[in-house]
């Protein structure tokens, strides 16, 4: 591997050069207590894995599992299937899932188009679904005989009808392009050094989630990462400081280092230990950066505000 430029932030070690990182995590190979495995990134299958982790444990679940789609995970190859063999797989690790989580708790599963077919049917056999969101991705690879896909879901469920959603946790932060005044003052906004602006409720469609890159402190080499910002908005909203984030399919550990930020407790279970070393490697850095890009002030401003705004107010001497 060349040698990275300057400004490359890009978590990409190997498994020898990540060892100190990979001899945090834990395996799990009897039924465990909450004390255990909490705030650990657990190492195996979890579909084997879920069955020891203890019940009625979880707060908030994210699962990002693998889309019906070709992909290769360091080496290993996930292959699609026919529907209904993704759909049994599906009902397989959801069924394992489900005893963990609390009366009242909430879930969210990300997929793209095909797969959301799948999920979002499925989970009404078992959950009350309540929404279906829709991310934009930035970018996606051009088809010449179909339109490029750059657009993925996330299915919001809830065990019960008692469950956590903090809206005032997720307000959106937008420029105001016609300001309107009541008795001389604004209406509904307010004038910053920053520019003018206004809190909105969010919606369910997305438009202001980057896709980590090669310059941002939360990047790694793994194939399909997860934005923190996209799961600090679920954590905000149906969690709070305190709770229990489970994720069953951890990846390079978006959902762990983003629930420490956000002062809750994680459990993720990861099969590849490469990934999980990369999971351990972003929870130290979190220890003295706990920052979210795109998330500051308590709000969520839109793409290419906030953080640039604040800049140039600075060198304005704003």
């Known amino acids: 591997m060349g040698e990275k430029a300057a400004r490359n932030k890009t978590i990409d070690f190997s498994l020898e050069e990540g060892r100190k990182y990979l001899e945090k995590c ?21 579909l084997k894995v879920m069955e020891l982790l203890p019940e009625k444990s979880v707060d908030l679940m994210i699962a990002d599992p693998p889309y019906n789609i070709e992909k290769s995970f360091n080496g290993h190859k996930f292959h699609a299937g026919s529907r209904d063999k993704y759909r049994e797989y599906t009902r397989v690790w ?3 899932a489900l005893p963990l989580l609390k009366d009242d708790a909430s879930i969210y599963v990300c997929c793209d188009w095909k797969s959301s077919l799948v999920i979002g049917d499925l989970l009404h056999d078992y959950l009350k679904v309540r929404n279906r969101i829709t991310w934009q991705r930035e970018k996606g690879r051009g088809a010449k005989t179909n339109w490029k896909n750059g657009m993925e879901d996330i299915w919001f469920a809830t065990v019960g009808n008692r469950y956590t959603f903090n809206l005032e946790n997720v307000m959106i932060r937008k420029r105001v392009i016609a300001p309107y005044t009541s008795a001389g003052k604004p209406k509904d906004w307010e004038d910053t050094a920053d520019g003018r602006f206004r809190n909105t409720c969010p919606s369910n469609f997305w438009d202001d989630i980057s896709i980590p890159y090669w310059s941002m402190s939360e990047n790694t080499a793994h194939p399909t990462q997860k934005p923190e910002k996209l799961y ?15 994720d069953p399919f951890g990846g390079s550990g978006t959902a762990a280092v983003t629930a420490k930020k956000l002062d809750r407790h994680y459990i993720s279970i990861e099969k590849e230990e490469l990934y999980c070393a990369w999971a351990e490697k972003r929870l130290e850095n979190a220890d003295s950066d706990s920052s979210i890009q795109g998330y500051n002030d308590g709000v969520f401003w839109e793409r290419n505000t906030g953080d640039a705004q604040r800049k140039k107010a600075r060198e304005a001497g704003g």
């Open 94 to 96: 959801l069924e394992k």
């Open 26 to 46: 834990i395996r799990v190979d009897e039924k465990s207590g909450a004390d255990e495995v909490l705030d650990r990134i657990i190492i195996g299958d979890s």
């Open 232 to 246: 600090a908005k679920l954590i905000l909203a149906s969690s709070d400081e305190g709770d229990t984030v489970f």
